[in-house]
């Protein structure tokens, strides 16, 4: 079988899910695509992934409440073990990406790390996946008795309902205490879609000017075009923006519809982070700017004078 | 405490990347110390300077033989000495795990620091790996680290926003912009570096078998528009941006 790890916010299914269906499905790897839920309280999340997936494994217990990286590991191993899966497919999350490769050591399996696609090859999985900062496209693969694979997000387009829904099942797990102790949280709340989600992003660079400006011309363009807010790092290392926004290596990938660069020169290091977009805009006042060379549409001008106009033409 | 930190030496981030025969060839290109494992190196430095019980600071790193270059730095940065498993083979990161849990245990290793992605596999998974093989816990994508006997307190980030956390060593780190600002190496321990021990260790010992293989490599060339609107006129090029992102692009309504 094909074993997936569900993920899953307040109660919801997330996109990602549903994209690692669709990678099951285009993966070329036979058996049944089981969904396993992770969690507490997840019988709602249970249902949605019934209608997606052959059938549902539910953990639904108490040690669960909050991920852990190696209780995680654990329990998806185990039930990768006792189901006999060929294939486990995670979420190329922060977290997908913390825990799988704990999964592959435990099941003493291959890792592909963060595929863009997937094909089988023979006995063999194929995927691509994007190296040395996003500037190459590798094609890997591995065989074995069973191989871990985490999926990038928004690479996959999200899978609709199968036709039957898919029966549901409660698993038995012995799940090791977690070593560590998280003694504070602090979680990076915004009104606007999440970057990962959204399908414009408007992202302001140094190029901006000021905290104040990057207010006025970043948000309020976002805000009329019901847009996710991005920054560089150039931006957070400044203290303007929080790091919730950072785009980047060290930031969030991203690949929305429409990526709106305002004031953005385009390190090689942003770009791993965006270069996947769609369609790439920039505004800025530097020509040479190497963000340009990447664009679909650039406007070489004065943010303070261009932006605003963009502001007031976007409210009609 | 002997501290491991790992150190993989990646393509400056301005360099030009090649393919030649469907892989990615580094020959020319400027390399540097991976800039997220330098994070590694400075933290190491700083734990012990900020009076923490730490014994020797070892850099390892698995590569070919110009990763003596990035090691040497790293010796001049100041850790006590190096090891280098030479070979010019290429290994998956989960793969190389097996080399670092096994130095990490001959060593004596208590704290492992590695960089959180590295900037030639694009991989997030050398710390993790090694963390389970030894059985340790990890903490990943950290900015703050302490430490207070054998217990590993700090803040890194997760899914939704950051965490402190509090664990015991041993443990595995994986570092990122904002944990610190590495040192630049000065003169003399440039020179200093230069007697440091740089061990060398043979691959053949760790029992190493690449489990992934590279099928083929390319440059990502996506066509892009390149159309260019000019912007002297403010409200007519914002009018144009606009009329291009609704009919042409279809990004808004």
């Known amino acids: 079988m094909i074993l997936i790890v569900a993920e899953h916010t307040a109660g919801k299914l997330a996109k990602s899910t ?26 709602g999340v249970a249902t949605e992934a019934a209608s997606v997936a052959d059938q549902v494994l539910v953990a639904d217990l108490p040690q669960l409440a909050t991920y ?36 592959a050591v435990k099941l003493d399996a291959p890792y592909l790390e963060d595929a863009t696609r997937l094909s089988s090859n023979g006995a063999a999985l ?7 900062l996003a500037r190459v496209t590798e094609t890997v693969e591995a065989e074995g008795p ?63 000017g000021s905290p104040e400006n990057f207010s006025r011309f970043v948000e309020g363009l976002a805000d009329n075009l019901g847009a996710g807010v991005g920054a560089t790092r150039a931006v957070v290392d400044a203290g303007w923006r929080p790091y919730a926004e950072q785009v980047g290596q060290t930031g969030k990938t991203v690949q929305p519809k429409a990526y709106i660069a305002l004031g953005v020169s385009g390190a090689v290091q942003h770009l791993s982070g965006m270069g996947k977009s769609k369609n790439i805009i920039a505004i800025n006042k530097d020509a040479e700017a190497p963000i340009f060379k990447v664009a679909d549409y650039g406007i070489v001008g004065d943010l303070n004078e261009i932006v605003p106009a963009l502001i007031e033409a976007s409210k009609r | 405490m002997n501290i491991l930190t790992l150190v993989r030496q990646v393509p400056d981030a301005e360099a030009r990347v090649k393919i030649n025969a469907q892989q990615v060839d580094l020959e020319g290109a400027t390399l540097v110390i991976d800039g997220m494992d330098e994070y590694g190196v400075e ?43 030479e070979t010019e083979d290429r290994f998956d ?19 492992i620091l590695v960089g959180g992605q590295e900037a030639d596999w694009d991989s997030q998974a050398l710390g993790a790996a090694s963390a389970e093989r030894l059985g340790w816990p ?12 054998e217990t590993l307190t700090g803040r890194h980030d997760v899914d939704d926003g950051n965490e402190t956390f509090r664990a015991t060593l041993p443990a595995v780190v994986t570092t990122q912009q904002g944990l610190n600002e590495p040192r630049y190496p000065t003169l003399p321990n440039i020179m200093k570096a230069k007697k440091k021990e740089l061990r060398k260790d043979d691959p053949a010992t760790y029992g190493l078998q690449a489990r992934v293989r590279t099928v083929n490599a390319e440059i990502q060339t996506r066509a892009r528009l390149n159309r260019m609107i000019d912007g002297k006129d403010p409200q007519a090029a914002a009018q144009q941006l606009l009329e291009l992102l609704r009919s042409e692009a279809k990004v808004i309504a």
């Not at chain 1, 990678?23 to 070329?28: I, L, Q, T």
């Not at chain 1, 039930?79 to 825990?99: D, F, K, L, N, P």
């Not at chain 2, 990890?138 to 006997?149: A, K």
């Open chain 2, 93 to 111: 990161a989960v793969t190389l795990s097996r080399v670092v849990a096994q130095i990490a245990q001959t060593e004596n290793v208590s704290l």
């Open chain 1, 68 to 103: 852990n990286a190696e209780v995680w590991a654990a329990a998806t191993a185990q039930i990768a073990q006792e189901g006999e899966a060929h294939t486990v497919i995670i979420g190329g999350s922060r977290s997908g990406r913390e825990y799988a490769p704990r999964v």
């Open chain 1, 146 to 208: 069973v191989i871990v694979v985490t999926v990038k997000p928004g690479s996959f387009a999200p899978a609709g309902a199968a036709g039957v829904a898919g029966d549901q099942y409660d698993v038995e797990l012995t799940l090791p205490a977690p070593r560590v102790e998280v003694t504070g949280k602090s979680v990076e709340k915004s009104s606007r879609v999440a970057l990962t989600e959204a399908d414009v992003i408007v992202t302001g660079g140094r190029g901006v």
């Open chain 1, 18 to 43: 549903l994209e690692m269906v669709t990678a099951a499905r285009d993966s070329g790897r036979e058996g049944p695509i089981t969904l396993l839920v992770l969690g507490q309280s997840v019988a």
């Open chain 1, 126 to 132: 194929q995927a691509q996946r994007y190296t040395y």
């Open chain 2, 43 to 85: 933290e190491a430095l700083r734990l012990r300077e900020s009076g923490a019980a730490v014994e020797q600071i070892i850099a390892l790193a698995i590569g070919p033989k110009r990763n003596e270059d990035a090691l040497r730095t790293a010796l001049a940065m100041g850790v006590d000495r190096a090891i280098h498993v």
């Open chain 2, 138 to 149: 990890q903490l990943t994508w950290t900015n703050e680290l302490n430490i207070d006997g």
